[in-house]
């Protein structure tokens, strides 16, 4: 079962900067999660909310922003005392430095709100510049940015992300059109659905694994990958069975 770190180790660092992502890797995670927007002047960045208020000590919407502007932003301003700065990352920066990694990477491609115009190509385009292809997923909520991504990449993996209750015969549907994982709620999620699903040759990454009595579960079932806000709790765990 793969340990992916939920926006970087975010439990204990500030979610989707470069800190959480080496912090995650320090920490023997298999891979990262994180979350891609557009700027308003085309660039690819990692935050997972459509506006900055939660996470920074900005205000309005990513797409307002050019990225010289985002980046002024303190994306740990919420985070410990707020003392510390840590930009708002571009996801080039992050292709640069994983490629020197063995980490794999879980693109979740945020248009549920805003459909980027080109968000799904100028992603793609990243990682075949940093020749990171073998060792990147593709996830979404909006499953049209799924098909688009598979237009574009048909060899690339791509996870089916739902929300709650989940999807009743996710194996059957995600195989059916074509894609790879299926990406549900811990809390949608038993023994026979992840069964369901390997029954069809679907992967099951379960977000998000807080909790031992989660991990526990999600390990027992068979599933393939967890997200999780504590790698540096699962990998022990995991290792050691």
């Known amino acids: 079962m793969k340990i992916y770190a939920h926006r970087g180790a975010c439990g204990f660092f500030p979610e989707n900067t470069m800190l959480a992502f080496h912090k995650a890797l320090e920490a023997n995670s298999d891979g990262i999660e994180l979350d891609v927007q557009l700027t308003r002047d085309g660039h690819v960045v990692i935050i997972h909310d459509e506006t900055v208020e939660r996470t920074t000590d900005g205000t309005g919407r990513v797409i307002d922003y050019t990225l010289a502007e985002l980046q002024k932003l303190n994306a740990a301003a ?9 930009a708002i990352p571009s996801f080039e920066e992050y292709c640069s430095w994983v490629a020197s990694t063995p980490l794999i990477t879980n693109i979740e491609i945020k248009s549920s709100v805003i459909y980027y115009p080109e968000l799904e190509k100028k992603t793609l385009a990243l990682i075949k510049a940093h020749h990171l292809e073998g060792r990147v997923l593709i996830s979404s909520f ?3 940015s799924l098909i688009e991504s598979k237009r574009l990449a048909p060899a690339l993996p791509c996870g089916v992300l739902v929300p709650n209750p989940g999807l009743v015969n996710a194996g059957y549907g995600i195989k059916h059109f074509g894609f790879e994982y299926y990406h549900p ?20 990454n379960v977000w998000t694994v807080n909790t031992m009595e989660a991990l526990e579960n999600c390990y027992r079932w068979g599933c393939d990958g967890i997200f999780t806000n504590y790698p540096e709790v699962a990998r022990p765990y995991v290792d050691s069975l």
């Open 142 to 144: 909006n499953h049209l």
């Open 185 to 204: 709620a811990y809390s949608s999620l038993d023994e026979e659905k992840v069964a369901e699903c390997h029954r069809h040759g679907i992967g099951v």
């Open 78 to 86: 919420h985070w410990g005392d707020g003392s510390a700065f840590h």
